[in-house]
T-cell receptor, first 118, second 113 residues
């Protein structure tokens, strides 16, 4: 069955430092991949998505993620952390069907809370 | 543009009382609709999804139910709440044909006392 693993439930970085949040998926067929961000007591906001075009995907707020099929990974990065990046980040996948289309339902990782120190 | 609304934003209910949470989507037609729950310290749990009016799929057996009386309206209900029903409830929608990303509402914080 499809699954998503986010390494590290909590990550702390200093303001201005590199942000790296890890996500690995399990699938024999590369799925569609997403990163979402959730601020306290708010809904999830889509940061970026990979659906089989360029392997390096740029999203909002300066975040980007690289799809690496050989490593079954989709890690999220940002070159320089800002205080406003403190939030919880979720990686998600949706299985790709036999004919390439999505089967619809998202499978979420358990989330990584990012703290940014001044 | 599309927007998704949820209400109420917060709710405190005693054990054994009924529940009704509502979600509506504007600016799109025939969406897929989803209900998720986030319990403290846990990830997102898919509760129900719907691909059309009156079509509900349940992912987790529990004392909750869902209904879709109109194309862009999704309701989460319970006849008798349990303490374990406390959590943050999120509604989401996606474009039916592509089934790719989902867009989330602002959520409802439910506390069962």
């Amino acid at each position: 069955a499809q699954s998503v693993t986010q390494l590290g439930s909590h990550v702390s970085v200093s303001e201005g430092a590199l942000v790296l949040l890890r996500c690995n998926y399990s699938s024999s067929v590369p799925p569609y991949l997403f990163w979402y961000v959730q601020y306290p007591n708010q809904g999830l906001q889509l940061l970026l998505k990979y659906t089989s075009a360029a392997t390096l995907v740029k999203g909002i707020n300066g975040f980007e993620a690289e799809f690496k099929k050989s490593e079954t990974s989709f890690h999220l990065t940002k070159p320089s952390a800002h205080m406003s990046d403190a939030a919880e980040y979720f990686c998600a996948v949706t299985p790709r069907g036999h004919y390439g289309g999505s089967q619809g339902n998202l499978i979420f990782g358990k989330g990584t809370k990012l703290s940014v120190k001044p | 543009s599309q927007t998704i609304h949820q209400w109420p934003a917060t709710l405190v209910q005693p054990v054994g009382s009924p529940l009704s949470l509502e979600c509506t989507v504007e600016g799109t037609s025939n969406p897929n609709l989803y209900w998720y729950r986030q319990a403290a310290g846990r990830g997102l749990q898919l509760l129900f999804y719907s691909v059309g009016i009156g079509q509900i799929s349940s992912e987790v057996p529990q004392n909750l139910s869902a209904s879709r009386p109109q194309d862009r309206q999704f309701i989460l209900s319970s006849k008798k709440l349990l303490l374990s029903d406390s959590g943050f409830y999120l509604c989401a929608w996606s474009v039916r044909q592509s089934g790719y990303e989902q867009y989330f509402g602002p959520g409802t914080r439910l506390t069962v006392t």
